[in-house]
């Protein structure tokens, strides 16, 4: 059983249950204030046990959802406006739900023990946040993630713009595998051996939990896909044919200058957003393509239908810029992180489904993220102050490198040229150095961990803390 009991949690946890849960005060009552007016939630999210035919009429047993469907719902929230959801913990486990990218306030954060404590089976939890920032986010448990990730549970999130950048048709694209057997029937969802390497596959690939699926989108149209790479493990390298997509923002942030998606990568946790003009005749299929694996094929495609609604491609524009703060480089303080493989270890106790084993490290420390004993935070920041983090990958293999609360901006690598792109998540290559830019803008405890979901829980994970 990954879990500890609520009185094996009292026990071990008291001192930090206490100090976490003071601090969770103070800041849901900042969120409070704004929200006080709102008493019925936007969304409510029922994480429970079901059925589904990933594989058509092959239905998977212990597939996990959100809400009363499957797949989970796609949640929709608008720019600068209070945001509200019910987490009701129906899964025989417990869980939270963390907010991929979102900046809110550290204890609607959901990370067990760092933000909040668990949520089990039969009890809720509010959210309540106020999005400073439109675009595409994602929402997961961090609890027990690889396992309740692999069994179903992530959805999308859409932040609206305050102003609508006037769009035909806009798909969200859940990207996602499965560890399924021909009979559609969960398979062991790693294998440790990988868990050390690249991370393990699924063998069936979805968007919004179907093979390749086709969507009518308006003939002559311009349309926005919004991908969602919610996979625990799969970097995707993708790319369109039929049409020219643009890249219009990646990781919730507009780009400067909307550029064609050529092949680009991203990894577990990430969004491309990809303004797509549809071809003038009815009929006619746009693919979308990812030539990650040996065998590239089409994640999903999109057919003209109806009426030419004629939108000429000068019309993607760039989308407004989120309200992120630009570090001061000049009064940067510079920090250094190193991502290594470490020896493994003998398993530690079980609690948020870890592995057991440590197979990574960040700055020389395994730790497998939430635990009822956190270590000392990795780094502290000083509330306002700018810092420059040189995030060094020493393994063979690419890390998606994922931070909590705090958007960061990409200012250079040492083996390629890249965009200075703000993100949450950055995508660093085998022996690669990326150095990012931040103001810490965000006070609390922030998790930093790679988003291959075996290398966080392999001992990928360290906190931030911003005071
Ligand atoms: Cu997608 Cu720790 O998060
Ligand atoms: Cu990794």
Redesign the pocket.
Known sequence: MPFLSRRQLLKSSLATAGALSSGALLAACSTGTETAARSEPDFELNPHLTDFGILGDRLTQGVMSYGNSAPPPVLVARQGEPFFTRLNNSLPEPTTV?W?GMRLPNAMDGVPFLTQPYVYDGESFDYRFTPPDAGTFWY?P?CNTLTQMSRGLNGVLIVKERDDPGFDADIPLNLRDWRLDREGQFIDLYDLRKSGKAGTFGAVKTANWIESPDYTVPTGGLIRVRVVISDVTRIYRLSCKGATAKVIAVDSHPVPEPFDLDFDSFGP?QRVDLAIPVPQEEGRTIRLINSSSSKPWVVASFTASGENRKRDTREIKPLSANPVQKPDLASAETLELDFTATAEQAPKSGYCGTLGFSFWAINKRAWQGASPDPMAPLMEFKLGNSYVLNIRNRTPHTHPV?L?GLAFQLLQSNKRPIRKLWTDTALVLPDETIQVGLVADNPGDW?L?C?IIEHQKTGMSAYARVI
Request: hydrophobic content about 10%.
């Open positions: 963390h991929h997961h961090h946790g994922h909590h998790l961990h988003h």
